[in-house]
């Protein structure tokens, strides 16, 4: 099993736009972030819609720790701790009908504690998406805490998805509403850039990203600065056994 990235450099180094783009923004910026009280809206196409607080979705299901990679785009990696609940535990509670066949993730959007809330980067609220099958995968986490104690803001507090077969950007973080859908939802990096990042966003080493090649990585805390070493990236982020038969037939170059 791979090495975990120190607890240091997975709360120093984020990405986390809504506080600035630099990765040492999240951590200086985001402790304006109000994490109680929270409520996470369920809406669309289930049977049980309504306000979930925080404090109910924290105990609706056993949480455990998760060992998870986790690659960004940009082609670093780290290794991190979760802990949370399969986000299928939360779906079985609120009874999707049975025409939802997307759900999309929509993340805080406050302009008062977010300061780059008003920035042009996005068009905010962030907001992302997971194909039903996909959602409900067992792999996929809803994450509360991460290395044992509760999320850090910077990381995504009070509640964040964790999808460890796609990049990081899929993870969204500090959500405030799931919507269950008919259609494939648009997400706020697709419409940042379309010909870059796609609904799918799996990692595919195979695919290079129009700017950048995909096919290795570095692993943050390696050290080496410049001359780091890279490592090659593995296909659905090393996750293939679980997660390939999900695109069965799919062409995964059409659909990146
Ligand atoms: N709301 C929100 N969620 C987000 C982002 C963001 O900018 N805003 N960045 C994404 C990206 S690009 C990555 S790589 C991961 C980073 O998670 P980490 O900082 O916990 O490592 O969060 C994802 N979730
Ligand atoms: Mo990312």
Redesign the pocket.
């Given at each position: 099993m791979d090495k975990l990235t120190d607890y240091k450099d997975?709360t120093s180094y984020?990405?986390?736009?809504?506080f600035g783009t630099d990765k040492g923004d999240?951590v200086k910026n985001a402790g304006t972030l109000k994490t109680r009280p929270w409520t996470v809206e369920v809406e669309g196409l289930v049977k049980k819609p309504g306000k979930y607080g925080i404090e109910d979705l924290l105990k609706l299901s056993a949480q455990e720790e998760r060992i998870y990679r986790?690659r960004?785009?940009?082609g670093w990696s780290?290794v991190?701790p979760w802990v949370g609940y399969s986000l299928a535990e939360l779906i079985k509670k609120v009874e999707p009908q049975g025409n939802a066949k997307f759900i999309e993730f929509v993340?805080l959007a406050d302009p008062k504690t977010m300061p780059f809330v008003g920035s042009r980067v996005l068009d905010w609220p962030?907001t992302e998406g997971l194909r039903m099958d996909e959602a409900m995968h067992p792999l996929t986490l809803l994450a509360f805490g991460m290395y044992g104690e509760v999320l850090p803001n910077?990381?995504?507090a009070p509640v964040?998805l964790v999808v460890p077969w796609k990049?990081?950007?899929k993870?969204?973080?500090?959500i405030v509403k799931i919507r269950f859908v008919k259609k494939e939802p648009s997400t706020a990096w697709n419409k940042a850039a379309a010909q870059e990042y796609g609904f799918y966003s799996n990692v595919n080493p195979n695919v290079d990203h129009p700017r950048w090649s995909q096919a290795t990585e570095r692993r943050i805390g390696d050290g080496g600065g410049l001359f780091a070493k890279r490592n090659k990236t593995l296909m659905f982020n090393g996750y293939e056994a679980q997660v390939g038969q999900l695109y069965a037939g799919m062409d995964l170059k059409k659909n990146y």
């Amino acid at each position: 099993m791979d090495k975990l990235t120190d607890y240091k450099d997975a709360t120093s180094y984020n990405n986390f736009y809504e506080f600035g783009t630099d990765k040492g923004d999240p951590v200086k910026n985001a402790g304006t972030l109000k994490t109680r009280p929270w409520t996470v809206e369920v809406e669309g196409l289930v049977k049980k819609p309504g306000k979930y607080g925080i404090e109910d979705l924290l105990k609706l299901s056993a949480q455990e720790e998760r060992i998870y990679r986790l690659r960004c785009v940009e082609g670093w990696s780290m290794v991190i701790p979760w802990v949370g609940y399969s986000l299928a535990e939360l779906i079985k509670k609120v009874e999707p009908q049975g025409n939802a066949k997307f759900i999309e993730f929509v993340t805080l959007a406050d302009p008062k504690t977010m300061p780059f809330v008003g920035s042009r980067v996005l068009d905010w609220p962030y907001t992302e998406g997971l194909r039903m099958d996909e959602a409900m995968h067992p792999l996929t986490l809803l994450a509360f805490g991460m290395y044992g104690e509760v999320l850090p803001n910077q990381n995504g507090a009070p509640v964040r998805l964790v999808v460890p077969w796609k990049y990081g950007f899929k993870s969204a973080k500090s959500i405030v509403k799931i919507r269950f859908v008919k259609k494939e939802p648009s997400t706020a990096w697709n419409k940042a850039a379309a010909q870059e990042y796609g609904f799918y966003s799996n990692v595919n080493p195979n695919v290079d990203h129009p700017r950048w090649s995909q096919a290795t990585e570095r692993r943050i805390g390696d050290g080496g600065g410049l001359f780091a070493k890279r490592n090659k990236t593995l296909m659905f982020n090393g996750y293939e056994a679980q997660v390939g038969q999900l695109y069965a037939g799919m062409d995964l170059k059409k659909n990146y």
